[in-house]
């Protein structure tokens, strides 16, 4: 397999590389991180002037048909530069359920707001009690006439105290674990009914608790075909898995670099501690792990327009598995080989573990995508 970039992706990457170097150091995110919505407003303009926002959308919505690849490269960019802008929840995530469900009037009507910056989309779908299963909804949306009510609460909504309109799962249908028996719907994030309770997560992103209480839904607010939306909540998740293995890669990357030039530059015993061969041979260890975690990441992102599910997801898991497992290693040595420094919130090393733990957990952890894949007989079936 080919896994050369185009002159296009080659400037993409070099673009947005460019951008972020010029406008994320250490000090600058901080400083985001003050303004309203914990991220940069102005930075945020200069991705859509970019082309960034609407990268995965149709040319007739104001995007450029990006793939997987690209939105490859942008992630693996912003976990380099630790970014905190929305993408991931606007235009991964939001984006890739209006693309997939979405009628031609609500592609029209929010996608090209979406690529211009104008307007942020957060998905509302994790409920407390669910931990990683995908279909474990308990919000409801009753029938009222032509419309639908929604009631029940949602958790942990990336970005979703910033969200200008909310894509909510429901179920319609069904118990509350069937696949079966889910809904969309495109809401107002300041509707009726609407409740959010905003807060900072541990890798200093942003995120919400929502909670609906009859809340009033029209016919044309539903994405899709109600009762079957579960196929492309899995799509658009493992989508966003895959971005958040390249973010990872982007993290780890920057870590294992870190590390690599403070043992070249940080003096023991009137000598640098690079010189000393066990930490030489832990500095390995994280760029073996670092590699690996860049090969299972290409893979999520070759594997996301596989038409099988079962197979996609299989390499989606295993590459989750390796995601997490490496995070760990790369993560835990960075810490180590710095000592002391990298402990403290003044140095950035210990805000790039925290960021790599966070994704680990996202959408489901090392041990829970484990197991998936036990029950599915691991990534390649065993030999009879």
Known sequence: MDFELSEEQRL????????????????????????????GRA??????????????FEEAHGGSGGGPVETMIVAEAFGRALALE?????????GGLLRHAGSQQQRDAILPKIGGGSMLVAFAHAERQARYDLADV?????????????????????????ADKLIVSARVAGNRRDRDGLALFVIDAGAPGVTRREYATVDGLRAADVTFANVKAGA???????????????????????ALCAEAVGAMAAMHELTVEYLRTRKQFGVPIGSFQ?????????????????SMALL?????????????????????????????????????????????MEYKVGHYFKRVTAIDSTFGDADHHLGLLAKSDGLVPPLT
Do not use: C
């Open 138 to 162: 308990a919000t409801t949306a009753k029938r009222d006439g032509a419309g639908y009510v929604l009631d029940g609460q949602k958790s942990l909504v990336l970005n979703g105290d910033t």
């Open 300 to 344: 999520a992102t070759m594997m996301t327009a596989e038409p099988d599910a079962r197979e996609r997801r299989k390499a989606i898991s295993a590459a989750k598995v390796q995601i997490g497992r490496s995070g760990r290693i790369v993560g835990q040595g960075a810490i180590q080989l710095h000592g002391g420094i990298g402990m403290t």
């Open 278 to 294: 066990v930490l030489q041979h832990r500095a390995v260890d994280m760029f073996v792990a670092l590699e690996q975690a860049r």
């Open 12 to 39: 993409l990457k070099d673009s947005v590389e460019r951008l972020l170097k010029d406008r994320y150091d250490f000090e600058q995110r901080k400083a985001y991180m003050k303004e309203p919505g914990g991220f």
């Open 220 to 242: 044309d607010a539903v994405l899709g075909e109600p009762g079957k939306a579960f196929p492309v909540i899995e799509r658009v998740a493992d989508e966003a898995i895959a």
């Open 43 to 56: 930075l945020w303009k200069q991705y859509a002037d970019l082309g960034l926002l609407g990268l995965p």
């Open 86 to 94: 929305p993408y991931l929840a606007t235009v991964v995530l939001a």
